[in-house]
């Protein structure tokens, strides 16, 4: 079973910027995916990249804000957010596709790390 850990949350004010990390227990080839979900809000899907890094695809909510990447010789993917909003507030996922490409369902998931908060205050 593959692992996740997240990293890099925390508290920042409207404006700033934080930069998601998560590392996977293993090499992984598969797509992965930045997720989110907010108090009584469903989890939904932020960005997702390719296993090559070279296909993207990010939520209309965040686009052109945040920047998803990931680095395979490290087995580790990344969120960089810029320009927060306190609607970026929620608690923040990563998770390993079964699939190719840029998935953006959440049943096309099959690992989860266990989260990160982000809150952006106004």
């Known amino acids: 079973q593959v692992q996740l850990v997240e990293s890099g949350g925390g508290l920042v004010q409207a404006g700033g910027s934080l930069r998601l990390s998560c590392s996977v227990s293993?090499?992984?080839?598969?797509?992965m995916g930045w997720f989110r979900q907010a108090p009584g809000k469903e989890r939904d899907i932020v960005a997702a990249?390719?296993?090559?890094?070279?296909?993207?695809y990010y939520a209309d909510s965040v686009k052109g804000r945040f920047t998803i990447s990931r680095d395979n010789a490290v087995n580790a993917v990344y969120l960089q957010m810029n320009s927060l909003k306190p609607e970026d507030t929620a608690v923040y996922y990563c998770?390993?596709?079964?699939?190719?490409?840029?998935?953006?369902?959440?049943?096309?998931?099959?690992?989860w790390g266990q989260g990160t908060q982000v809150t952006v205050s106004s």
């Open positions: 293993r090499r992984t080839l598969h797509a």
């Open positions: 998770a390993v596709s079964r699939e190719l490409g840029t998935p953006a369902a959440i049943g096309q998931y099959a690992d």
């Open positions: 990249i390719n296993r090559s890094g070279g296909s993207t």
